[in-house]
């Protein structure tokens, strides 16, 4: 399984990203789906994750603000970030858990 992240930048204070991970094997119909993140002054966190009936957990930090949700045809999950705040500037990470597999990350930056 290998999962490729996208959609990260540098956005101002109260703006909107969509995250997306590619996940190069039909796995999403069998596996919870999650989002990390790790900022520079921070360990990797747990930010939001989907299992194989729609529901979905979130970090205190990023309820009401960020959505999780998966297009299995496409093979991608996608993280919606919406009201992005400075303390969301992290790398964010696709995880499986039931494989272990991590992407490689990509990097959101909020900052006016």
């Known amino acids: 399984v290998q999962l490729v992240e996208s959609g990260g930048g540098l956005v101002q204070p109260g703006g909107s990203l969509r995250l997306t991970c590619s996940v190069t094997s039909g796995i999403l119909g069998l596996a919870r789906m999650g989002w990390y993140r790790q900022s520079p002054t921070k360990q990797r966190e747990f930010v939001a994750d989907e299992d194989t009936y729609g529901r979905t957990k979130y970090a205190d930090s990023v309820k009401g603000r960020f959505t999780i949700s998966r297009d299995s045809g496409k093979n991608t999950v996608h993280l919606q970030l919406n009201n992005l705040s400075p303390e969301d500037t992290a790398v964010y990470y696709c995880?499986?858990?039931?494989?272990?597999?991590w992407g490689k990350g990509t990097e959101v930056t909020v900052a006016s």
């Open positions: 995880y499986v858990p039931l494989t272990g597999n």
